[in-house]
């Protein structure tokens, strides 16, 4: 499986973005789809997570402003992120894994968001 994200980019607080991530390969295998994060000096962190026909996990962190979604005939999983804070900047990576509990086992190349004060 291989994921492309995109949609990243510089924007204000308080502004918004929208990431999205396309899976291709062995799209089968990509029974959860979510989104990863990690700052500068930070270790990577889970944003958020949709499974495939069902439900969503979210960060306490982002809960409330972010939102994540798929469509599975485009094999695409999204993250509309509203109200956005500097503690938002981050390189968001869209990741995938085949079943209902393991590692997330396929990562994209990552997207820079910034979010300026």
């Known amino acids: 499986v291989q994921l492309q994200a995109s949609g990243g980019g510089l924007v204000q607080a308080g502004g918004s973005l929208r990431l999205s991530c396309v899976a291709s390969g062995r799209t089968s295998s990509t029974y959860y789809m979510g989104w990863f994060r990690q700052a500068p000096g930070k270790e990577r962190e889970f944003v958020a997570t949709?499974?495939?026909?069902?439900?969503?996990y979210y960060a306490d962190s982002v809960k409330g402003r972010f939102t994540i979604s798929r469509d599975n005939a485009k094999s695409s999983v999204y993250l509309q992120m509203s109200s956005l804070k500097p503690e938002d900047t981050a390189v968001y990576y869209c990741a995938a894994r085949p079943g209902l509990t393991g590692p997330y086992t396929y990562w994209g190349q990552g997207t820079q968001v910034t979010v300026s004060s």
């Open positions: 949709s499974r495939s026909g069902g439900n969503t």
